[in-house]
């Protein structure tokens, strides 16, 4: 290849290549449908797909592609959605509104082609799952400035949904505006904790004297920048590109190393895999006798289980100020060493679900 033309030529051709591929791909994704519907297995199996993408980083690696883990994570992610959405489509409901980092959390496992429902609340995603108007629910459970999600744990303490998946995504402020020149903008829309984060940014740009307008989500700042040409947002990625305001500077937050862990939650059982977490709720019986919480624990340790989080939240008993105890480890519910530990504490223990632990 000597010429453009000759590598559009030779593009061309891949193309033709990866599609007659990806429809093959497609038709034994049919088939795995028409069996699936029959045995009743679940559509959404992450522990798969984290083997799969695994076993093709390896490859690509051995031969020296140029393709590294992240692009072929993110390119495959695409055809896994598709494919479910051609086994079965499924409705995923989110904790809205469009343009939110739940929004796109959801959106980076499920695809942008799946059926979305955005729901005002936490809460409201747990009922809809629960009365099965939806398959998936994504909500967010843990913050790495803010801490855990205490409704998210409140709602799991007494819901029958169970954890399938988890994710971690950073998150990253946008500066959006359909403004040419800085100087064209008179006002600024975001969340009120949004200015606060990207104070630094605001200073460095002569931003701190423009009105800041707090909204009650980024999304609703992109929506309403969107309207005015002297207006921008500070706002998710997923926002800006969701109602057409482009993108001016990216990363504007004032800390770059926050991120928050999602859940996708839905009524199946994973099966195992060598990469599982299980996270439980843990009500002691004799919670109030000195160092049940250390026995406890102790088993774990016993059994060579690591525990990776333990977060304690007041049990709402009316009988008094009691604690439960919010407890990650790796391993999967059906291990025999964890079987051996819960059931000592027949009773105590509710299990909130076993999954593929996701890259933090």
């Given at each position: ?218 999304a609703k700042a992109a929506i309403l920048a969107a309207e ?26 004032d800390e770059h190393d926050s991120s928050t862990r999602f ?98």
């Amino acid at each position: 290849m000597k010429t453009l033309d000759d590598c559009r030529v030779a593009i061309d051709t891949i193309d033709d290549k990866l599609l007659d591929l990806l429809n093959k791909r497609m038709k034994v994704v049919e088939k795995v449908g028409e069996i699936k519907s029959k045995v009743g297995g679940a559509i959404y199996r992450p522990e798969r797909e984290k083997d799969i993408i695994s076993r093709l980083t390896k490859l690509s690696a051995k031969d020296n592609g140029l393709l590294k883990d992240k692009a072929i994570e993110a390119i495959f992610l695409e055809i896994f959605a598709v494919s479910r959405n051609l086994e079965l489509p499924e409705r995923i409901a989110y904790l809205g509104p469009e343009g939110t980092f739940t929004h796109q959390a959801a959106e980076s496992r499920f695809g942008a082609m799946s059926d979305y429902l955005s729901l005002g609340s936490i809460h409201s995603v747990f009922k809809t799952l629960e009365a099965g108007r939806a398959k998936f629910g994504v909500v967010p459970i843990e913050n790495s400035k803010d801490g855990i999600v205490g409704e998210t744990l409140d709602l799991l303490s007494k819901s029958s949904m169970k954890i399938v998946a988890e994710l971690y995504m950073p998150i990253h402020a946008s500066f959006a505006t359909k403004a040419t020149k800085l100087q064209e903008i008179n006002k600024i829309y975001s969340k009120d904790k949004g200015f606060g984060q990207c104070r630094e940014f605001l200073q460095e740009h002569g931003f701190v004297n423009i009105e800041q307008i707090p909204v009650e989500s980024t999304a609703k700042a992109a929506i309403l920048a969107a309207e005015d040409p002297k207006a921008a947002a500070i706002c998710s990625h997923i926002a800006a590109k969701l109602y057409g305001l482009p993108t001016m500077f990216e990363n504007i937050e004032d800390e770059h190393d926050s991120s928050t862990r999602f859940i996708i939650l839905s009524d199946f059982k994973n099966t195992q895999s060598e990469h599982d977490k299980t996270s439980i709720l843990v009500k002691l019986h004799n919670a109030e006798e000195p160092g049940s919480l250390v026995h406890f624990l102790q088993d774990f340790d016993n059994e060579n289980i690591n525990l990776s989080k333990i977060e304690s939240r007041p049990s709402k008993d009316k009988n008094g100020f009691g604690y439960w105890f919010y407890i990650d480890f790796y391993g999967h519910i059906d291990d025999a060493a964890i079987q051996k530990v819960l059931a000592k504490h027949d009773g105590e223990v509710t299990w909130l679900g076993s999954y593929v632990k996701g890259e933090d």
